[in-house]
């Protein structure tokens, strides 16, 4: 009898993305800028002086000084991963032992539940409100019941586009002081709830943050994950030597250092995606043809739909792709003119 796969493996599927090229794509929360030509120059630069016979600085130290710059983290609480997804695995592998329970609420990033269960934890799932929200006394009540080890949740919340307040999130990792809770705050960029700036004052918090959705550099993997000094030397020490190669920290090192730039980026990407939202809105008022649309506090409009398959379906029938949900649609928002072509679109379909 030949090898055999096990049972955790044998039934897995590879992420499939939306195949094809279309005109515009609304469906990965990925930021609507590309580079400058100045920039691109510059990090072409940069790649042309690198020594590509020598392994990459095994501790990012350039990309975390300019991360610590930005967001002003002191640099021994941060550690640099091979984007967020690489943190997750390490963080799910690592601080966790199998059979070890941890929770995760549903909707939320599915990675979070994918790794948990290829490390062979035990998964329990938190069920927010019906409005998609989190009870933050609920949740606390739920983990302690499961006796868990690990909470994970994004917040902003990918999909749902909604967020949980500041003062809910600390009396969360307060309640659960035995817990480790990882706190994914991929598109807090976009909403001011942060608790980066408390990170040192908590024992079991870690915070995950991506250069993929704000910064604009979804094409380079980068990501970190910010903690109190105990758990960033265990999570350097775990990660693998050289997980972040040379070119990518010197991008990320570049970008990072332009605050102003990131901030104009920001600031247009919260107008367009409110503009978007509010035109998704007339759209409703107009045919009255959604059940629900949920304010977002991301670079996304969440929508609830019966529709949502035919919707998708239009939208690549007309070069958009956007991201499909179960009884869901979740829109990006991209250029003033991208937005205005898919509204335009929506409405057709609705005519």
């Known amino acids: 009898m030949g090898y055999r796969l096990n049972k955790k493996l044998a039934d897995l599927v590879p992420y499939d993305p939306i195949k094809g090229t279309y005109r515009i794509r609304l469906d990965a929360n990925e930021s609507c800028f590309n ?4 920039l ?15 392994y990459p600085d095994c501790l990012s130290k350039e990309p975390i000084n300019a991360f610590s710059a930005l967001y002003n983290v002191p640099t021994e609480y941060i550690t640099a991963g091979n984007g967020s997804d690489e943190l997750i695995s390490i963080i799910s592998s690592c601080f966790f032992e199998s059979g070890d329970t941890i929770v995760t609420v549903s909707n939320d990033f599915s990675m979070y539940e994918f790794y948990a269960q290829l490390y062979e934890l035990n998964v329990e799932t938190y069920q927010k409100e019906s409005d998609l929200s989190i009870n933050a006394d609920k949740l606390i009540a739920f983990c302690k019941e499961k006796n868990v080890r690990g909470l994970i949740f994004s917040n902003p919340c990918n999909p749902t586009s909604l967020g949980l307040n500041r003062d809910d ?6 309640a659960l002081d035995g817990c480790l809770v ?7 960029d976009f909403w001011n709830q942060s608790l980066l700036d408390e990170v040192g004052k908590y024992d079991n918090l870690i915070i995950l943050k991506t250069c993929s959705k704000a910064i604009g550099l979804a094409a380079v993997r980068f990501g970190f994950a910010v ?8 999570l350097t020490a775990a990660k693998s030597p050289y997980n972040n190669d040379s070119v990518a920290q010197a991008i990320v090192s570049e ?19 409110a503009k978007l939202y509010s035109e998704i809105k007339a759209i409703d008022e107009k045919y009255n043809c959604f059940e629900k649309i949920y304010e ?44 205005t072509e898919f509204i335009a679109v929506l409405d057709k379909y609705f005519q």
């Open 35 to 38: 580079l400058s030509e100045q």
């Open 40 to 54: 691109k120059n510059r990090i072409n630069k940069r790649i042309s002086a690198l020594d590509f016979n020598r």
């Open 169 to 174: 999130v600390r009396k969360i990792i307060t």
């Open 182 to 188: 990882i706190l994914d705050e991929a598109y807090m």
């Open 227 to 234: 903690a109190d000094k105990t758990i960033t030397n265990a």
């Open 255 to 273: 970008i990072l250092s332009e605050k102003q730039y990131l901030e104009e980026c920001r600031n247009v990407i919260i107008e367009n995606t």
């Open 296 to 339: 977002p506090c991301t670079n996304f409009v969440y929508i609830k739909t019966d529709k949502f398959k035919e919707i998708y379906e239009f939208m690549l029938e007309n070069s958009i792709a956007v991201r499909k949900f179960n009884g869901y649609l979740r829109i990006t928002a991209g250029t003033a003119e991208e937005n």
